[in-house]
């Protein structure tokens, strides 16, 4: 050994790293090491730099910090000697990312080794700079990559071509640049200047329309020739692989040659020829073969059309679907979805085949084959299709489950030929996998059950069959339980019997055992206990006869440890014990629950002002026809998770759970993060009708209420009630809700209150330009005056629509903010509608110092990005 | 493109990891962590494809080391597949019938050939012997350097016994 080494040799070190029996040995030893290493850097020690750098590298690969190596690299890669810089470049691709600011230092070093004599320290630097380039260096040194595509030796050019991949990507401004001298590239002999001179070049088609332009005028001939000639070429021992000549180049080619096809049909007219060519004479027993075939077809669908071979890429195709490799067959079924684009039919007559796969025993191939299936299905063959799908489920492994259901769910959904079809396809698939849906899918199923007004009578009694089978599956239990407590009459009278029926039996008391079951039953979750319970109170006016007994269910939950079961059961039981003149009111049916509100719910667009003017003309393409109600907003809060959080204020969560059934989080924090509500809410979620999302003015739940009116006997009771509180919008009228309260037995009494001293602000217009206004509403809640609460409006000013809308806001240390989630972020034109935002903003030095905030609005318009900045002190003093 | 390569052992060591997309270094333990997970996990019959956040994983067992490259969704899985196999059949030639101990205890040589063969993530060098050419070549440059250095020494050392 050397006499002036320290520290080990880096075969030693791996040795004891390896010898190492447990982690914390290994740790010892890493510790141990890095610390000579240190010591070593700390003494700017060169004779062993660069295996200190080696050691580090190998320390790194096992996961541990080596930042401290970083200005190693450097060092090694200014010093002069090769070993030093292949080492120190590396070092410099392994430890460090094109983020970190250490690079910038490397440029410098990089240029010069550009520029060097010896070309493999110019092939080390390419190399380094095609691999962690930054937006920045590629910038600095692309005239010198520019000049290198030109470099006598070969090897240089091709690092030079790859490396301007990087550099066009990074910065594609410079694409012109190299569109000239990477043309040339293409008539090269050398097979790596050709085959990465073809890759530049279809990289510049992506990133620079003029370059596409350029190659499509000037090269196709030249690509074409290349490809007919490597084709055709006799055996030669350095490109073969499987006896076909450079495979690789064969896949860059037929790539180039499909993006210069694309859209032109002149281009795509020259290369028929060879594609016609390479798809037929291509060996397919060999991955190699298969590789270029795969290629080949791929162009051929992309390119503009061309019946024959088109044929010919589908009978490809088909032979994949039916080869016993997998790879293959994944890649077939890849490819068929890319198909499908073009001739649905052709790839429909591998249904079967495609239908096989999804039955297959690897996961990758099932996920592809099962996309591919939902592109196959339309309205022709929705139910075999279904059916197969359906009886795969009750075979598929557990982790499947999940996608299986989803898509059968949504095929159910897009192209069912008849209400009675996809109730029956929902219930099958709630039973098989039930626990596997979300649950927006049995929310949808609830909605349209209640809108197929004829098969009420159908469905309950369908699903108390499938209940009694079965409370396995938790949705499926939900769906039941909603529906016999809507229409459990239905089930007892068997009430709309249809032919298919079976008839059956079922008791009053019959129906209600089964709600006990389900509030029993030690496997059921919170949600579908609390429905359960509602059932059960809407039977108690259904079955008279049954009254007691579901009084002594109810009564028994009252002891309930869960906190919700709890307060739900003393709430019923008072209601029943002293409230009979509006307990058949408050257990009236549920009307029927708009679709239409939930489909612009679930796409996550909140419908702004439904009124009754605007019955939307339904053309569902599933044929199940919207009955003309009246929109009622959202009846039944079934929105667990997706939908924005109910505006509810705290007094108001009482009377909501009562008949909703909504037990997310979601709400858990209402009151503290919305801005404080009047007493309409309490009326509305009486009603159930008080989910309306946050942007709705009071003027729109008027609306809502109004237009029931007309057709809704109950809400029409309270509807005077209801629209005189929502217009006294900050002071509720106490009396108004006082005759409501009680219901509570005063339990909402105390936190109403609070309401009703909340001082009054001006609303201000805390921004406003050319294009845009921002109006920001106050409020506070009595008792916390450090609190304030924001409702933020922006109104377009400008006559274009903007997308994207982000607005951001920024407060110093002695305020906090929170930010809720704006109502949209589409802001539409002129003024015709509006974005609000919640913001709470917490004080810490209230009465010394007013708000400041400064904020930043951001959006989208004719595609341009606009950023607009402002600063707003003029807040009103004692906030 | 190619985003990374990976080589993981049967145990889930890993033997090299090659970046050509901006990774964070947490990203990368997360990266290799979800993917030992997944592929290590899969049985021999199955594809060598695995999907993942929105890419796609070729990966290729050979004794115990699985080599892995990322890859957009519309790259060829097929090719990158013979691009493993290409990267094997030269480091075979290198080591002689290379083993998963080569690997380890020269790393730096697996990456030097890794170097020669890939750039950007894309394929360099179609020739399996102008990648060894071009690698020997480079070694022989270390060795004189290496040479030059001892005799040096060499020589200081004899001047300083004398």
């Given at each position: 050994?050397?006499?002036?080494?320290?520290?080990?040799?880096?075969?030693?070190?791996?040795?004891?790293?390896?010898?190492?029996?447990?982690?914390?040995?290994?740790?010892?030893?890493?510790r141990?090491?890095?610390?000579?290493?240190?010591?070593?850097?700390?003494?700017?020690?060169?004779?062993?730099?660069?295996?200190?750098?080696?050691?580090?590298?190998?320390?790194?690969?096992?996961?541990?910090?080596?930042h401290?190596?970083?200005?190693?690299?450097?060092?090694?890669?200014?010093?002069?000697?090769?070993?030093?810089?292949?080492?120190?470049?590396?070092?410099?691709?392994?430890?460090?990312?094109?983020?970190?600011?250490?690079?910038?230092?490397?440029?410098?070093?990089?240029?010069?080794?550009?520029?060097?004599?010896?070309?493999?320290?110019?092939g080390?630097?390419?190399?380094?700079?095609?691999?962690?380039?930054?937006?920045?260096?590629?910038?600095?040194?692309?005239?010198?990559?520019?000049?290198?595509?030109?470099?006598?030796?070969?090897?240089?050019?091709?690092?030079?071509?790859?490396?301007?991949?990087?550099?066009?990507?990074?910065?594609?401004?410079?694409?012109?640049?190299?569109?000239?001298?990477?043309?040339?590239?293409?008539?090269?002999?050398?097979?790596?200047?050709?085959?990465?001179?073809?890759q530049?070049?279809?990289?510049?088609?992506?990133?620079?329309?003029?370059?596409?332009?350029?190659?499509?005028?000037?090269?196709?001939?030249?690509?074409?020739?290349?490809?007919?000639?490597?084709?055709?070429?006799?055996?030669?021992?350095?490109?073969?692989?499987?006896?076909?000549?450079?495979?690789f180049?064969?896949?860059?080619?037929?790539?180039?040659?499909?993006?210069?096809?694309?859209?032109?049909?002149?281009?795509?007219?020259?290369?028929?020829?060879?594609?016609?060519?390479?798809?037929?004479?291509?060996?397919?027993?060999?991955?190699?073969?298969?590789?270029?075939?795969?290629?080949?077809?791929?162009?051929?669908?992309?390119?503009?059309?061309?019946?024959?071979?088109r044929?010919?890429?589908?009978?490809?195709?088909?032979?994949?679907?039916?080869?016993?490799?997998?790879?293959?067959?994944?890649?077939?079924?890849?490819?068929?979805?890319?198909?499908?684009?073009?001739?649905?039919?052709?790839?429909?007559?591998?249904?079967?085949?495609?239908?096989?796969?999804?039955?297959?025993?690897?996961?990758?191939?099932?996920?592809?084959?099962?996309?591919?299936?939902?592109?196959?299905?339309?309205?022709?063959?929705?139910?075999p299709?279904?059916?197969?799908?359906?009886?795969?489920?009750?075979?598929?492994?557990?982790?499947f489950?999940?996608?299986?259901?989803?898509?059968?769910?949504?095929?159910?959904?897009?192209?069912?030929?008849?209400?009675?079809?996809?109730?029956?396809?929902?219930?099958?698939?709630l039973?098989?996998?039930?626990?596997?849906?979300?649950?927006?899918?049995?929310?949808?199923?609830?909605?349209?059950?209640?809108?197929?007004?004829?098969?009420?009578?159908?469905?309950?009694?369908?699903?108390?069959?499938?209940?009694?089978?079965?409370?396995?599956?938790?949705?499926?239990?939900?769906?039941?339980?909603?529906?016999?407590?809507?229409?459990?009459?239905?089930?007892?009278?068997?009430?709309?019997?249809?032919?298919?029926?079976?008839?059956?039996?079922?008791?009053?008391?019959d129906?209600?055992?089964?709600?006990?079951?389900?509030?029993?039953?030690?496997?059921?979750?919170?949600?579908t206990?609390?429905?359960?319970?509602?059932?059960?109170?809407?039977?108690?006016?259904?079955?008279?006869?049954?009254?007691?007994?579901?009084?002594?269910?109810?009564?028994?939950?009252?002891?309930?440890?869960?906190?919700?079961?709890?307060?739900?059961?003393?709430?019923?039981?008072?209601?029943?014990?002293?409230?009979?003149?509006?307990?058949?009111?408050?257990?009236?049916?549920?009307?029927?629950?708009?679709?239409?509100?939930?489909?612009?719910?679930?796409?996550?667009?909140?419908?702004t002002?439904?009124?009754?003017?605007?019955?939307?003309?339904?053309?569902?393409?599933?044929?199940?026809?919207?009955?003309a109600?009246?929109?009622?907003?959202?009846?039944?809060?079934?929105?667990?998770?997706?939908?924005?959080?109910?505006?509810?204020?705290?007094?108001?969560?009482?009377l909501?759970?009562?008949?909703?059934?909504?037990?997310?989080?979601?709400?858990?924090?209402s009151g503290?993060?919305?801005?404080?509500?009047?007493?309409?809410?309490?009326?509305?979620?009486?009603?159930?009708?008080?989910?309306?999302?946050?942007v709705?003015?009071?003027?729109?739940?008027?609306d809502?209420?109004?237009?029931?009116?007309?057709?809704?006997?109950?809400?029409?009771?309270?509807?005077?009630?209801?629209?005189?509180?929502?217009?006294?919008?900050?002071?509720?009228?106490p009396?108004?809700?006082?005759?409501?309260?009680?219901?509570?037995?005063?339990?909402?009494?105390?936190?109403?209150?609070?309401?009703?001293?909340?001082?009054?602000?001006?609303?201000?217009?805390?921004?406003?330009?050319?294009?845009?206004?921002?109006?920001?509403?106050?409020?506070?809640?009595?008792?916390?005056?450090?609190?304030?609460?924001?409702?933020?409006?922006?109104?377009?000013?400008?006559?274009?629509?903007?997308?994207?809308?982000?607005?951001?806001?920024?407060?110093?240390?002695?305020?906090?903010?929170?930010?809720?989630?704006?109502?949209?972020?589409?802001?539409?034109?002129?003024?015709?509608?509006?974005?609000?935002?919640c913001?709470?903003?917490?004080?810490?030095?209230?009465?010394?110092?007013?708000?400041?905030?400064?904020?930043?609005?951001?959006?989208?318009?004719?595609?341009?990005?606009v950023?607009?900045?402002?600063?707003?002190?003029?807040?009103?003093?004692?906030? | 493109?190619?985003?990374?390569?990976?080589?993981i052992?049967?145990?889930g060591?890993?033997?090299?990891?090659?970046?050509?997309?901006?990774?964070?270094?947490?990203?990368?333990?997360?990266?290799?962590?979800?993917?030992?997970?997944?592929?290590?996990?899969?049985?021999?019959?199955?594809?060598?494809?695995?999907?993942?956040?929105?890419?796609?994983?070729?990966?290729?067992?050979y004794?115990?080391?699985?080599?892995?490259?990322?890859?957009?969704?519309?790259?060829?899985?097929?090719?990158?597949?013979?691009?493993?196999?290409?990267?094997?059949?030269?480091?075979?030639?290198?080591?002689?019938?290379?083993?998963?101990?080569?690997?380890?205890?020269?790393?730096?040589?697996?990456?030097?050939?890794?170097?020669?063969?890939?750039?950007?993530?894309?394929?360099?060098?179609?020739?399996?012997?102008?990648?060894?050419?071009?690698?020997?070549?480079?070694?022989?440059?270390?060795?004189t350097?290496?040479?030059?250095?001892?005799?040096?020494?060499n020589i200081?050392?004899?001047?300083?016994?004398?």
């Open positions: 050994m050397n006499p002036f080494s320290s520290g080990t040799r880096l075969r030693d070190m791996i040795r004891a790293i390896r010898a190492c029996k447990t982690a914390a040995e290994e740790r010892a030893v890493v141990k090491e890095c610390a000579a290493i240190r010591a070593a850097i700390n003494e700017n020690d060169q004779d062993y730099r660069h295996r200190n750098l080696a050691k580090l590298m190998f320390i790194h690969m096992l996961g541990y910090p080596t401290f190596g970083q200005m190693e690299c450097l060092k090694l890669i200014a010093s002069t000697g090769f070993p030093e810089k292949r080492i120190g470049y590396l070092g410099l691709m392994l430890l460090l990312d094109e983020r970190q600011e250490v690079l910038m230092l490397v440029t410098n070093s990089l240029k010069q080794d550009l520029n060097h004599s010896n070309q493999y320290i110019v080390l630097a390419l190399c380094a700079l095609g691999n962690i380039s930054s937006a920045e260096m590629a910038r600095d040194l692309a005239p010198d990559v520019e000049r290198l595509l030109q470099f006598r030796d070969p090897n240089i050019r091709k690092k030079a071509a790859l490396c301007s991949i990087r550099i066009i990507k990074k910065v594609p401004d410079l694409a012109e640049n190299f569109m000239h001298p990477a043309s040339s590239l293409l008539k090269e002999k050398h097979h790596g200047v050709l085959i990465t001179g073809v530049l070049c279809t990289d510049l088609c992506k990133v620079s329309s003029e370059a596409l332009e350029y190659f499509r005028e000037n090269c196709i001939e030249g690509l074409v020739k290349t490809l007919r000639d490597i084709a055709n070429s006799p055996y030669s021992p350095e490109y073969d692989i499987a006896g076909i000549t450079d495979p180049l064969h896949i860059r080619l037929l790539k180039l040659l499909r993006i210069l096809g694309q859209g032109d049909a002149g281009a795509s007219d020259c290369m028929t020829d060879i594609l016609a060519q390479v798809a037929s004479r291509t060996e397919s027993n060999k991955n190699a073969g298969n590789a270029i075939l795969y290629e080949c077809v791929e162009t051929i669908m992309s390119i503009e059309d061309n019946g024959g071979l044929v010919l890429a589908i009978n490809i195709l088909g032979r994949f679907l039916s080869n016993r490799d997998n790879n293959i067959r994944y890649v077939g079924l890849n490819m068929l979805m890319k198909a499908i684009m073009v001739d649905a039919k052709a790839v429909q007559r591998h249904r079967a085949t495609i239908l096989e796969c999804v039955k297959d025993s690897d996961a990758s191939i099932q996920k592809r084959a099962l996309e591919l299936v939902y592109l196959l299905v339309n309205e022709s063959n929705v139910k299709l279904t059916k197969e799908l359906i009886e795969y489920l009750e075979v598929s492994n557990q982790e489950k999940g996608d299986i259901t989803a898509k059968i769910c949504s095929l159910v959904e897009k192209f069912s030929p008849a209400k009675i079809w996809y109730i029956d396809q929902m219930l099958k698939v039973s098989e996998a039930g626990n596997f849906v979300k649950d927006e899918v049995w929310h949808a199923l609830i909605i349209v059950i209640s809108n197929a007004s004829d098969l009420h009578g159908y469905t309950v009694r369908a699903l108390y069959r499938v209940f009694q089978a079965s409370t396995e599956q938790e949705s499926l239990v939900r769906v039941a339980v909603w529906c016999v407590g809507e229409y459990g009459d239905m089930l007892v009278n068997n009430v709309g019997m249809l032919d298919i029926e079976e008839p059956i039996t079922v008791t009053e008391s129906a209600v055992d089964a709600m006990e079951v389900a509030i029993k039953c030690q496997r059921l979750g919170l949600t206990k609390a429905m359960a319970l509602i059932a059960l109170f809407k039977l108690s006016s259904r079955f008279p006869s049954c009254s007691e007994r579901i009084k002594d269910i109810i009564v028994q939950n009252k002891r309930s440890l869960v906190l919700e079961l709890q307060q739900r059961s003393i709430e019923f039981s008072c209601i029943l014990q002293k409230h009979h003149n509006i307990r058949s009111a408050l257990v009236e049916r549920m009307p029927i629950l708009d679709e239409a509100t939930f489909t612009g719910r679930k796409a996550g667009s909140l419908p002002a439904v009124s009754a003017s605007s019955i939307i003309p339904c053309n569902l393409p599933n044929g199940i026809a919207k009955p109600a009246a929109p009622i907003g959202d009846l039944l809060d079934l929105s667990s998770d997706d939908a924005p959080p109910a505006p509810v204020s705290s007094g108001g969560d009482f909501q759970d009562l008949l909703g059934v909504d037990l997310s989080p979601a709400s858990a924090p503290t993060s919305q801005s404080p509500k009047t007493g309409t809410d309490v009326l509305l979620d009486l009603l159930s009708i008080g989910t309306l999302p946050p709705q003015s009071s003027s729109s739940a008027i809502i209420l109004s237009s029931s009116h007309d057709n809704k006997a109950p809400v029409a009771n309270l509807n005077g009630l209801a629209s005189h509180s929502s217009l006294s919008a900050n002071a509720t009228s009396a108004s809700s006082a005759g409501m309260m009680d219901l509570l037995n005063g339990t909402g009494a105390i936190t109403q209150k609070h309401e009703e001293n909340g001082p009054a602000y001006p609303s201000l217009v805390a921004y406003e330009s050319s294009t845009l206004r921002m109006t920001f509403n106050f409020s506070k809640q009595p008792g916390n005056p450090q609190t304030t609460f924001i409702q933020a409006t922006f109104t377009n000013l400008s006559p274009n629509v903007y997308n994207g809308f982000l607005f951001q806001a920024a407060v110093p240390k002695f305020l906090q903010l929170h930010l809720d989630p704006a109502s949209s972020n589409t802001l539409p034109a002129s003024g015709n509608g509006s974005i609000t935002q913001l709470k903003v917490t004080n810490t030095q209230h009465g010394k110092k007013s708000l400041v905030m400064r904020i930043r609005i951001a959006y989208k318009t004719n595609d341009k990005d950023l607009e900045e402002g600063q707003i002190n003029n807040f009103p003093r004692d906030l | 493109m190619i985003h990374f390569v990976l080589l052992s049967r145990q060591k890993v033997r090299l990891t090659k970046w050509y997309s901006p990774y964070s270094q947490k990203e990368r333990t997360k990266v290799i962590r979800e993917l030992s997970g997944l592929i290590l996990t899969r049985g021999p019959k199955l594809c060598n494809f695995v999907e993942w956040r929105g890419l796609r994983v070729v990966y290729k067992r004794a115990s080391l699985y080599f892995c490259m990322c890859i957009d969704e519309d790259d060829n899985e097929l090719e990158i597949l013979e691009i493993i196999h290409h990267y094997v059949e030269v480091l075979d030639r290198y080591f002689g019938s290379v083993c998963e101990l080569d690997l380890i205890y020269n790393f730096h040589k697996a990456y030097f050939i890794l170097d020669e063969l890939l750039i950007a993530g894309e394929l360099q060098e179609p020739s399996k012997r102008t990648v060894a050419r071009l690698v020997a070549a480079q070694d022989s440059l270390v060795e350097a290496k040479e030059q250095t001892s005799s040096i020494t200081i050392a004899q001047v300083a016994n004398v």
